[in-house]
């Protein structure tokens, strides 16, 4: 079948779940009933046997995609010269306990004639699970062969017949005008195919549909220069959060290649506490506190439930802690880029830059959301006095690297951070300062930083480096000023400023760090520049006063969106997109670069 690129897709979703929809009308993507659950379809991992729902014209010449404005419904359009064509897609909000995922496609001819062809093939279990396929009059079931996954029906009015490897499909004509509709829905053993739509039922729920996205993203109080970028990367972020917890998933997709045919493939359907004060800023700031709230929320459980300070870097959208990571070495991987990873083994891992973010998100939250209550402090004093205690440990640092623990610089800063935003929560409400009181915390704030100035700063380079001893530079590095821990037109941080563009940026394109032997990460080969950075660098130029180049380098990293708006984690040497797609980081750092210069040009 073949790989689109993976800038060529759309996401669907219904809070629960997401779908990534290709511009040929292929859905390649797709985890039931959660973001984390095995696939159904995965054949953007293995295109022979990943399994796919494919839904479009048999000939046309080429295809156009867009959202319907203000909404999350994806309608792909296929031009050919003897006529027009267009595939609605969408899946139904869940509303209320119980229900169940579906997803919804319509295909209408709209001028002049076409033959379409149809088929659905799941492979259940990330295409390790086998499947009975029954049809009749009202569409068919795959019927899993574990009672432990999820069982699906197809509901049409298009007969549909039994094909090669499980696949039930159908090439039909539709005149100008006439369309047709199937619903792809979870089933429990024994239940047919479900409910076939009719015209009517199918308008009633693109209207619900609709009407929801559309109510939502009207609560944005974003009214700035760049509201197109920013809504549409508040509406993906919200197709991103798991509804019954408020997590939000760094990304919908796994094993998504930093590098074609590299191994750097990573399992993102889960949540990182490193997101939490970059969630809370750009939810709040764009005016959606209930997210925020949510989220929150989620976050106060992660810590209530940790007994001895020490936090993992990252959680199950339930809350689990342990996410045990595997290679699927059964899928070929994303145009050969293997292995494949299920789980995350970086949950295991020593990040100390993820207490700042921790402390970040809470005095965010009680500065423009609510103020904090009791117990949460108690849990967050208790986290406090362990990063007290420990901060001088080497870590794996922000991008997790896996080859040994260093003393990196922005890990140091963040735990800077989060004694100074405690420092700040607790005069400003009057809370307990807890073992040691204030004074402990001021004291080991000062050493921090009197230890990063000492360092982490090499006089030699004349720059902050990635971490103690080294002369590398580190994106990273980028958030000093955003955390206010340097200000921005300090005489270092202008340095390290002006290197981080000479040695890792690309006109807007900002790299991590060099995959080099100056900074090993204990990986293989080389990524792509990561769009995160790119934003964050479009801050600290905002900050620094440089407000054109500001406004050049935003513009043009909105050139690096795909032909909806979505970014993936990294951009390619030749400006493709590369990694899980689309990530929730990337998006909450270019609505805080856009509200953040848009408040600076006035």
């Not at 795909?562 to 990294?570: C, F, I, Q, R, S």
């Amino acid at each position: 079948m073949g790989y689109l690129p993976i800038g060529d897709h759309g996401i669907i979703g219904n809070l629960h779940t997401a779908a990534l929809v290709g511009t040929d009308g292929t859905i390649d993507w797709l985890c039931l009933p959660a973001f984390d659950s095995p696939s159904v379809f995965c054949s953007i991992l293995d295109d022979e046997k990943g399994g796919h729902f494919r839904l479009r014209p048999v000939e046309h010449e080429k295809s156009q995609q867009l959202y319907l404005p203000d909404s999350n419904v994806l309608l792909t359009r296929f031009l050919s010269r003897e006529g027009m064509a267009e595939v609605i897609d969408f899946m139904p909000i869940i509303s209320k306990p119980g229900d169940r995922s579906r997803l919804v496609r319509h295909v209408r001819a709209v001028r002049g004639s076409a033959t379409f062809e149809v088929e659905c093939r799941p492979a259940f279990d990330y295409a390790r699970g086998g499947h009975h396929l029954s049809t009749g009059k009202t569409g068919a079931v795959f019927a899993s062969a574990s009672a432990a996954h999820t069982s699906l029906g197809l509901s049409t009015e298009v007969p549909l017949e039994k094909g090669p490897k499980g696949a039930a499909g159908a090439t039909f004509k539709l005149g100008e005008g006439e369309r047709a509709t199937f619903v792809l829905s979870e089933v429990e053993e024994g239940e047919g195919p479900g409910y076939v739509f009719r015209r009517d039922d199918f308008e009633e729920s693109l209207h619900d549909t609709l009407a929801y996205w559309r109510r939502w993203i009207s609560g944005s109080t974003y009214s700035g220069r760049w509201r197109e970028f920013v809504n549409r990367s508040a509406l993906v972020l919200k197709l991103m959060v798991y509804d019954p917890t408020g997590a939000l998933v760094a990304a919908p997709t796994m094993g998504l290649p930093e590098r074609i045919g590299g191994e750097r493939n990573w399992d993102y359907r889960y949540a990182w506490l490193r997101d939490a004060a970059f969630t809370l800023y750009a939810l709040i700031s764009i005016g959606f506190e209930d997210e925020a709230n949510r989220f929150m929320g989620w976050l106060r459980d992660r810590c209530s439930a940790d007994e001895d300070g020490l936090l993992q870097p990252l959680y199950g959208i339930d809350g689990r802690a342990k996410i045990q990571e595997e290679e699927l070495n059964h899928l070929s991987g994303y145009m050969g880029s293997g292995p494949v990873r299920l789980g995350n083994a970086a949950y295991g891992q020593i990040q100390l830059d993820l207490y700042g973010a921790i402390l970040d998100a809470a005095y965010l939250y009680n500065k423009h959301g609510a103020p904090l209550d009791y117990d949460l402090w108690q849990n967050l004093r208790r986290i406090l006095d362990w990063l007290a205690d420990n901060w001088r440990l080497e870590d794996e640092g922000i991008w997790e690297v896996r080859g040994g623990r260093r003393h990196f610089v922005s890990s140091k800063v963040m735990s800077w951070v989060a004694l100074e935003r405690a420092v700040r929560i607790s005069r400003q409400r009057g809370l307990p300062a807890g073992n040691g009181g204030e004074g402990r915390w001021i004291s080991e704030r000062d050493k921090i930083y009197e230890e990063v100035m000492e360092r982490g700063w090499n006089p030699d380079k004349g720059s902050f480096v990635q971490h103690y001893g080294s002369d590398a530079l580190d994106a990273s590095l980028l958030l000093m000023p955003l955390v206010k821990f340097v200000g921005p037109t300090d005489p270092r941080w202008l340095a390290t400023l002006d290197h981080i563009q000479n040695e890792l940026t690309y006109d807007t394109l900002v790299d991590r760090y060099r995959t080099d032997e100056a900074a090993p990460d204990g990986l293989v080969g080389d990524e792509g520049s990561f769009s995160l950075c790119s934003f964050w660098f479009v801050e600290c130029l905002t900050q620094a006063g440089r407000l054109d180049e500001a406004r050049l380098a935003l513009e043009k990293m909105f050139s690096y969106a795909n032909h909806l708006g979505l970014y993936a984690e990294e951009v390619g040497s030749s400006g493709e997109a590369l990694g899980n797609f689309p990530q929730a980081l990337t998006h909450l750092s270019l609505i805080s670069a856009a509200v953040h210069l848009d408040r600076a040009l006035g």
